[in-house]
């Protein structure tokens, strides 16, 4: 009897008979929304401080290549392209997730499939069709092990995107079976990514999608070399779930998983984000703002309580004391108290409110902010969040969000996603780029080639000249959904 094909093996097939047949409406009209908005996220860290290490990087390491950097003159190699680009997308907090899952899909996808596709000479409906098919199979390496890639300290994004980066570079790449499958298996050597950083609030945590879109396409490109891989880096006793998530088990159901690829599409549903924090703090934003709506002052509040989700608290509470005292503003990005404090205090969360340590009316406020647990949770498939406020006088205040602004629960209009991608691209890029840009994505899926994508973005003439433009781009409160629409339920 024939044994049956590896996992990696069948994936490998079922994404090479997806490229070939166009993408369902649904799907390919989501893939452009979700590539809009990567692009846009990565060129607001190229014009902020938070994309500086990545921008000098870039410019120290200056070999020239065929592939663009956001924001950049100069073009990389493939693979140092899809690493200062995955860095610089995921570096703000900015860029979108499938919440059940727990995936930042674009942050490595986006960057893997634009430098692969360009070294390839790729067609626009070739790179979305990887994109999408890279989201899919990231989506479902999360759904298999809920939450165990995190609970071993690992960021599912980085260790499960280096394989999901590997298929999306061997299948635009054009690898031969052999040679893709065991640019999977080489990427699973690749695959890194922990949670360490939460200890200082370290900025290392933006390179885990880079690094995992780099090891993806360097895999490729070692396996086109003659470099071979384990055929079993999803399913083998040392494989990706098994090492990494510590559930060999999910192997099992990542396989289940695997039957649908191609006729059920979870990518339609990952969410957008409007605040360029973790995702966990978005609900709580909201019902800050439901609570500023009601007048309440910041002065008059006495105390006040987060109720959280068991699975987002070791990100955003604890420890709870450092949370309230973030050393940088950066670090702010997974705080609570800060986060909560700042939407009260200075009407907004937005790109500026982490680009200095907070204020300190704002630390005032966190303070007196405690949390709690938050029964029956339904995290991770709904970020959820309630706040109880007590005033001075004695007033009680409750809000509770059901599920957060920009989730397929409640989900973020098209123009709604493209208005957000042409603030954060002014900020690296001249007007009329920003306009070329928006446009050859919106008709990438015709596109014979990338090259007037390639040629608005990266071109000479694309980037912005006036160096006060970032600055005042952030000090623009249109630049959150302080316009959001309401919380999903919120009760006084």
């Not at 979700?34 to 607001?44: E, I, M, P, R, S």
């Not at 996808?109 to 634009?114: G, M, S, T, V, Y």
């Not at 960021?155 to 040679?179: I, M, P």
């Not at 396409?217 to 880096?233: C, I, M, Q, Y």
């Amino acid at each position: 009897m024939t044994p049956a094909p590896s996992l990696a093996r069948t994936l490998v097939r079922r994404a090479r008979a997806l490229a070939r047949a166009p993408l369902p409406g649904a799907v390919a009209q989501a893939a452009r929304l979700h590539l809009l908005d990567a692009v846009g996220v990565g060129l607001a860290a190229a014009g902020s401080p938070a994309g500086a290490p990545y921008r000098r990087f870039a410019a120290a390491s200056g070999r020239g290549g065929p592939a663009g950097i956001l924001g950049a003159p100069a073009g990389a190699a493939p693979a140092d392209a899809a690493l200062v680009n995955g860095g610089l997308i995921h570096s703000l907090e900015y860029d979108d997730t499938h919440t059940g899952s727990i995936v930042h899909g674009s942050a490595v996808l986006a960057p893997a499939a634009l430098a692969a596709g360009q070294a390839a000479g790729a067609s626009g409906a070739a790179l979305l069709a990887a994109y999408a098919v890279g989201w899919e199979v990231l989506i479902r390496i999360g759904l298999a092990a809920p939450g165990a890639f995190q609970a071993r300290g690992f960021q599912v994004t980085s260790v499960g995107g280096a394989l999901a980066a590997a298929l999306v570079a061997g299948t635009l790449g054009s690898l031969g079976e052999d040679e893709a499958v065991a640019a999977v298996g080489i990427a699973l050597s690749g695959a890194s990514g922990g949670f360490e950083f939460l200890t200082n609030g370290a900025s290392v945590k933006s390179l885990h999608p880079g690094w995992a879109a780099h090891a993806g396409l360097t895999a490729a490109a070692l396996a086109r070399a003659g470099l071979t891989g384990p055929e079993t880096a999803f399913e083998g006793r040392c494989g990706l779930f098994a090492a990494f998530a510590g559930d060999a088990r999910a192997a099992g159901a990542f396989a289940e998983a695997l039957d649908d690829l191609g006729t059920v599409w979870h990518l339609p549903d990952a969410a957008f984000k409007f605040h360029p924090c973790c995702h966990y703090l978005h609900p709580f934003v909201e019902a800050a703002g439901e609570l500023a709506g009601r007048g309440l002052a910041p002065d008059a509040i006495e105390a006040l309580t987060c109720r959280v989700p068991a699975g987002a608290a070791p990100i955003i509470c604890e420890p709870w004391a450092a949370k309230q005292a973030p050393a940088t503003g950066h670090a702010a990005r997974w705080s609570l108290p800060i986060v909560v404090a700042a939407r009260l205090v200075e009407g907004r969360v937005d790109l500026a409110t982490f680009e200095a340590p907070a204020r300190a009316p704002v630390r005032a406020l966190a303070r007196r902010i405690a949390w709690e647990p938050l029964p029956a949770a339904r995290f991770p498939v709904a970020f959820e969040a309630e706040i109880l406020a007590r005033t001075r006088d004695g007033a009680a205040h409750a809000v509770r969000v059901d599920d957060v602004y920009g989730n397929a629960g409640r989900p973020a209009g098209a123009e709604a996603v493209a208005a957000k991608f042409r603030r954060n691209a002014a900020r690296a890029l001249a007007p009329d780029a920003v306009r070329a840009v928006e446009a050859a994505l919106g008709a990438l899926a015709a596109a014979p080639s990338l090259d007037a994508l390639a040629g608005a973005l990266f071109g000479a003439g694309a980037m912005q000249t006036d160096a006060g433009s970032a600055a005042r781009h952030d000090a623009e409160s249109a630049a959150q959904p302080g316009a959001a629409p309401r919380p999903a339920r919120s009760s006084a």
